[in-house]
């Protein structure tokens, strides 16, 4: 055997065994971070839509791809220690809804990606520069549309035609909350109503104000969307209808649990959507490159039987404009 076969021959046989130890290394899984500011329970639904999301685009959980789930089950103080706890096992990305997590986590990491799932408002929260350049590390969804809370008022004016006295509860310590109750003010002075401020920092402050709501003798409940209230739904729908108050809330959520209207982004669609986020940054997408989209699917949901409990009749103009009636 020649010289110049044996070294081919060594070459042709350390480059097939370069190429078998490569073969037989196994590949990195990609870790998404999860981060839930209520339970399983509670928003379990809004995980199954990102996951079936994520399926669709080919990854199958535990296989070619592992979530860590953090549930705050309603405790927000409980979010810095589980964004922290992600960044520590330097997941790939983090996903959630939550805008105290956002914050957290952009104040933790600016290598990490983050995925919102739908916050309020990232570019008044700074979380984003604007929404066609986000810049930095986090991108995602909004459900931010202008004119959904004057929409909301409006609906309510219909249902309820004498409505004067409104009451809103809202978050001043989220993000976008101060603005969207300016924006609700905007549209109570051209609908003639008075909103009733009834903030709301914590689960205690919202069992406060609506025990103490009798005294502002309000015709009418609108809460502003924000994790707190989403949470907290069960109550404050109780308390709604134990009161006989008409109420209209940012999600069908809280229709589902017993209150009467809702109008608003489908949350399921948002983190439905957000695992395109997920895949594009995986395959070597810059956070920084991908707009944040703005809400495409909305909700009007409307529930009969507390209608009926109210004694209230929702004209037919209004039922004809809902996309699902509970009966």
Do not use: C
């Not at 706890?85 to 805008?99: E, F, K, W």
């Not at 933790?108 to 995925?115: D, E, F, G, K, R």
């Not at 209230?229 to 809280?254: G, V």
Request: charged residues 20%.
């Amino acid at each position: 055997m020649s010289k110049k076969i044996g070294v081919w021959l060594l070459a042709t046989f350390l480059l097939a065994t370069a190429f078998f130890a490569e073969a037989q290394q196994p590949k990195k899984v990609p870790r998404i971070g999860y981060v839930g500011a209520g339970s399983p329970a509670t928003a379990g639904h809004h995980a199954q839509a990102f996951v079936q999301g994520l399926r669709e685009l080919g990854y199958v959980e535990g296989q070619n791809i592992v979530i860590e789930y953090r549930w705050a089950e309603g405790k927000l103080e409980s979010l810095p220690a589980f964004v922290a706890d992600l960044v520590r096992l330097r997941v790939d990305v983090i996903v959630s809804s939550a805008s105290p997590a956002i914050r957290f986590a952009k104040e933790q990491t600016s290598a990490i990606p983050i995925v919102m799932a739908g916050v309020t408002d990232p570019v008044e929260a700074g979380f984003v520069a604007s929404l066609a350049r986000p810049g930095g590390n986090i991108t995602g969804l909004t459900h931010l549309s202008t004119d959904l809370t004057g929409k909301r008022l409006e609906l309510l004016k219909e249902v309820v035609p004498r409505l004067l006295r409104v009451a809103v509860l809202w978050n001043p310590n989220h993000p976008g909350q101060p603005f969207a109750y300016k924006e609700s003010e905007v549209a109570a002075q051209a609908l003639k109503v008075t909103l009733i401020s009834m903030e709301t920092r914590n689960k205690e402050e919202i069992e406060r104000v609506l025990s103490g709501m009798g005294t502002k003798r309000p015709q009418a409940l609108l809460e502003l969307p924000d994790p707190l209230t989403f949470f907290n739904r069960e109550l404050i729908t109780q308390f709604a209808a134990k009161h006989r108050l008409p109420a209209m809330h940012s999600f069908r959520e809280y229709v589902d649990a017993g209150g009467l209207m809702s109008y608003g982004t489908s949350f399921p669609d948002l983190f439905h959507r957000a695992a395109i986020y997920v895949d594009k940054i995986l395959k070597g997408a810059k956070p920084a490159d991908l707009p944040v989209e703005q809400p495409k699917k909305f909700e009007f949901v409307i529930n009969l039987k507390t209608a009926k409990a109210l004694n209230l009749t929702i004209p037919q103009s209004v039922l004809y404009r809902a996309d699902k009636v509970i009966k």
